[in-house]
């Protein structure tokens, strides 16, 4: 079965630094994978996409992502965050038996420090 | 711009009572989702309806149903409300794989 694992549960970074947020996927063809972003009390709000074609992707609010096939990974980067970042983040990739059913990691919740 | 709303954001529900939780889309999505939010434990698939009438259960069917008679209309069911349905709701509709999610329905039962 699919899997989804983001390893840290919890990151905590100083306003202005860089960010990598992690995420490693199980799947045998060439995945459709996702970020997706919760505020508290929040719905889910999509950050990036990569379907297919330049492994590195460039979403909203100034997050990109670079897919590596050979490492099965999918992380999220910021070059400087702003306090407003802080959130919970998952990673998602497309169910392979279709439906157009996600697979969700467990999260990863970032804190900023002022 | 895709809107996903769901009835309520808070609910408080007594345990045995029949909860109705409703989500609408307005972009004529022909799939649907709900999921259940736990912390550490991510998003769980409960049901989705990939057509007016037509439902599949997810990975934590137990103790929910589902209905959807319009297209635009996806009702979540707990026919007996458990303290351990206590939870964060989730609805979504998708298009070409990407999900729209809706706020949220914060549910606790006592």
């Known amino acids: 079965a699919q899997s989804v694992t983001q390893p840290d549960i919890h990151i905590t970074v100083s306003e202005g630094a860089s960010l990598e947020l992690r995420c490693n996927y199980s799947y045998g063809a060439t995945p459709y994978l996702f970020w997706y972003v919760q505020s508290p009390g929040q719905g889910l709000q999509l950050l990036l996409k990569?379907?297919?074609?330049?492994?590195l992707v460039q979403g909203i609010k100034g997050f990109e992502a670079e897919f590596k096939r050979s490492q099965s990974s999918f992380n999220l980067r910021k070059p400087s965050v702003h306090w407003s970042d802080a959130a919970e983040y998952f990673c998602?990739?497309?169910?392979?038996?279709?439906?157009?059913?996600?697979?969700f990691g467990q999260g990863t919740r970032l804190t900023i420090n002022p | 711009d895709v809107k996903v709303t769901q009835s309520s954001r808070y609910l408080v529900k007594r345990t045995g009572e029949k909860v109705f939780l409703e989500c609408v889309q307005d972009?004529?999505?022909?799939?649907m989702f709900w999921y259940r939010q736990d912390p550490g434990l991510g998003l769980r698939l409960i049901y989705f309806?990939?057509?007016?009438?037509?439902?599949e259960k997810g990975d934590i069917p137990e103790g929910y149903s589902v209905s959807r008679e319009k297209k635009e209309r996806f009702s979540l069911i707990l026919e007996s409300a458990s303290t351990n349905q206590t939870s964060m709701y989730l609805c979504?509709?998708?298009?070409?794989?990407?999900?729209?999610f809706g706020p949220g329905t914060r549910l606790t039962v006592l």
């Open positions: 990569y379907f297919s074609g330049d492994t």
């Open positions: 972009m004529d999505h022909e799939n």
């Open positions: 998602a990739v497309v169910d392979e038996q279709g439906a157009q059913k996600l697979v």
């Open positions: 309806s990939y057509d007016v009438k037509m439902k």
């Open positions: 979504a509709s998708s298009y070409w794989n990407e999900q729209f």
